[in-house]
């Protein structure tokens, strides 16, 4: 309940769209109940054939005389106590139902007041029509305030949302995954918003309608109301036992998607894969036992959804029952008490029983309602119990409290006693102690899975290491601001990503101020500037497609490292950046980076021996440890690991 709070609160920023939705559902609710009042004169003047006047004389003659005779019986002696307390009640209710009936007198004496009975019904029945019209405008008032409202909090949500998801660490994506995501994004957010829209909407009007009918069944006769009512108690325990079901069936709905979503995304982003090896049976069957679930779970809600219906109705009609037979028979025997408990003060007339079904009636037709603004509550509260606790997920990657700005250009790189996990209990980084001076290209291999990535995700901070420090200039990186890091910092890694947009947008992201000039001389640079302008028909205006795939994989990679280089990082992390990649490309690739290499500290992971030729340095790694770091021939003596990792290489290209 407390996140659907924060749903509610949302909402109630909009004070005046909350505002107009209630006046209008006021007004609607007023209306309601006045339109069943509003009969009773009808009913009068149709029951007794007399004008409103007639029957208004009638009714304070009746009052007086009564007050009349309680008035003498008061003067007898020795009544007992509880009599005497009795009269004294009557007299004063009395009192009351003639000072209303006079103030009603005046009313009806009014010169626009129908006097034939006829004419009566006719300016009623005119009244009730223009009535209803005006509730209609109402009604269309208080769906487009709630339409507003259910817009504003989806809109909030997901700008919410989006801003938190950029926030997320890496490996929450990973945890989560993009479809977990995604339909959060869309189910959990709409079955919010769908519960916010309904609580300020039917949940307010039809409450209030209620109230209404209540209200005026109680100026009839309080006593008989609150009898009728007794039972229902009993149908908000019912409800109670299912709201707790209700939820729960949300719930399992919403998971079942996120389900759905992730077959989804999987088949369609591996698309291809699925038809080279003609997986589309076995993802089908995969989809439909998911669907199967979601239709299952589904029509469980709609279980639940249909048990309320009949329950809040049968109810309700008990309520109306208790009422009838009561009401009946104190009305037709011309009774007060019922089982020995006062119930009227004296006896009802038929319009006023008549009026009084009428406005119990009244009052269980937006009864029957309730049960489904119940559902869609719940469904929201479900939701949102899903989605809040992700809204505040704090990323573990976050920027320091107190920055320190890292000096202009840095001297040095160091990781000091670094060790990582992702899983406790399996190292993948051991006590790794390295120093690397502005300026260095240094080259990276190790057998696969040795933890060559994982140690330079840790520059840009991807991941923080488990124990140790990753210093810049004797500066813990997580002392900076990410922005202040990252922006030092280029990366490209085996699979760039390209966004689907034009190639001159893709290389601007590398940054966003910079000039036409700017994004075409970092092309040069990268080589990529001759297949742009030569073979692509749009030249920079080429739009790339979804993740560049309307581009080779080595004019990809190319593109990618345009991006980097516009940012004229001081540190440039290439990830087996030239592993997939055609021969061509890799020695264009090679020629950017033997000039941009130049004045800034490269980290090449690599296995191919034409780059290592590039470094000043090689790293050796194993197992999460550092094997041996010195020159190619330093290493090619006294290192075995490289000398094998080489000799496998040498073989391949040979
Ligand atoms: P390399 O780049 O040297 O091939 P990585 O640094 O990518 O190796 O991975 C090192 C080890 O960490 C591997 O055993 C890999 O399985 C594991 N690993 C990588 N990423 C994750 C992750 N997100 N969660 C758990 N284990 C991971
Ligand atoms: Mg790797």
């Keep these: 309940m407390q996140n659907y709070w924060r749903a509610i609160k949302i909402a109630l920023q909009y004070r005046w769209i909350v505002a107009g939705a209630f006046t209008c559902s006021l007004m609607v609710a007023v209306l309601w109940g006045g339109s069943i009042g509003a009969l009773y004169p009808v009913l009068q003047v149709a029951v007794n054939d007399q004008s409103l006047q007639d029957w208004s004389n009638e009714q304070i003659a009746e009052s007086k005389s009564i007050l009349e005779s309680k008035q003498a019986e008061l003067q007898r002696e020795g009544l007992p106590e509880h009599e005497l307390i009795d009269l004294q009640d009557d007299i004063s209710t009395e009192q009351r139902t003639l000072a209303w009936r006079q103030r009603v007198s005046w009313f009806v004496r009014q010169p626009w007041v129908p006097r034939a009975p006829f004419r009566t019904v006719l300016a009623i029945v ?55 995501l995604l339909s959060r994004f869309n189910a959990d957010i709409r079955f919010v918003a769908e519960g916010i829209r309904t609580l300020f909407g039917n949940g307010i009007r039809e409450p209030l309608k209620m109230l209404s009918c209540l209200v005026g069944a109680s100026v009839i006769s309080p006593r008989l109301l609150i009898f009728s009512l007794v039972l229902t108690p009993i149908v908000g325990l019912l409800i109670r036992k299912l709201a707790g079901s209700i939820k729960r069936a949300n719930r399992r ?24 090896y003609t997986l589309e049976q076995s993802e089908r069957a995969k989809f439909y036992k998911v669907a199967k679930e979601c239709f299952r779970k589904a029509m469980r809600i709609s279980f639940y959804n249909a048990l309320t219906k009949p329950i809040t109705e049968t109810t309700g009609i008990a309520v109306i029952s208790m009422a009838l037979l009561s009401g009946a028979y104190l009305t037709l025997n011309r009774e007060t008490h019922l089982f020995g408990i006062r119930l009227l003060s004296r006896p009802m ?28 509550v719940q469904a929201g509260v479900a939701a949102s119990e899903r989605l809040f606790p992700l809204l505040d997920q704090q990323p573990k990657i976050e920027n320091p409290v107190k920055p320190i700005t890292l000096p202009a250009q840095h001297s040095e790189v160091q990781f000091e006693d670094v060790s ?14 390295l120093k690397f001076h502005f300026g260095e290209t240094i080259a990276i291999v190790g057998p696969n899975g040795c933890g060559k990535s994982t140690l330079l995700q840790m520059l840009p901070r991807f991941i923080d290491p488990s124990k140790g420090y990753v210093r810049i200039d004797g500066i813990d990186v997580r002392d900076v601001r990410l922005k202040n890091l990252r922006n030092k910092v280029g990366l490209v890694t085996q699979r760039a990503h390209l966004f689907d947009d034009t190639i001159y947008n893709n290389i601007r992201n ?145």
Excluded: W
């Design 126 to 180: 005119v009244i009730l029509v223009a009535a209803t019209a005006v509730k209609g405008l109402f009604i269309f008032g208080n769906l487009m305030f709630v339409a507003q409202l259910e817009q504003r909090v989806t809109y909030d949500l997901r700008r919410q949302f989006f801003h938190r998801a950029l926030r997320l660490d890496l490996d929450a994506f990973v945890e989560e995954r993009t479809s977990g």
């Design 253 to 276: 709905v919403l998971e079942e998607i996120t389900q759905l979503y992730g077959v989804l995304t999987e088949t369609f982003n591996g698309i291809q894969t699925v038809q080279a």
């Design 349 to 376: 007339d038929t319009a006023s029983l008549l009026i009084f079904y009428g406005m119990l009636i009244g009052a269980t037709e937006p009864a029957r309602k309730l049960s489904e603004i119940f559902n869609a």
């Design 420 to 433: 990582f996990h992702y899983l406790e209990g399996t190292p993948v980084l051991t006590k790794i102690n």
């Design 510 to 654: 590398g940054r966003l101020d910079a000039s036409e000039t700017a994004v075409i001389r970092a092309a040069q640079k990268a080589r990529a500037h001759k297949f742009i302008t030569e073979t692509l028909a749009d030249g920079y205006e080429t739009v790339v497609g979804a993740s560049g795939s309307r581009l080779s994989g080595g004019q990809r990679q190319r593109i990618a490292l345009a991006r980097a280089m516009i940012r004229n990082p001081e540190i440039l992390i290439l990830d087996e950046a030239t592993s997939q990649i055609d021969i061509e490309s890799e020695q264009l690739i090679h020629q950017a980076l033997e000039e941009f290499s130049k004045g800034r500290t490269v980290f090449m992971i690599t296995h191919r021996l034409a780059t290592l030729s590039l470094a000043d340095r090689i790293l050796v790694m194993n197992n999460g440890q550092v094997e041996d770091c010195g020159t190619h021939d330093e290493l090619i003596t006294r290192c075995e690991l490289y000398k094998r990792l080489y000799s496998i290489q040498f073989k391949q290209s040979a």
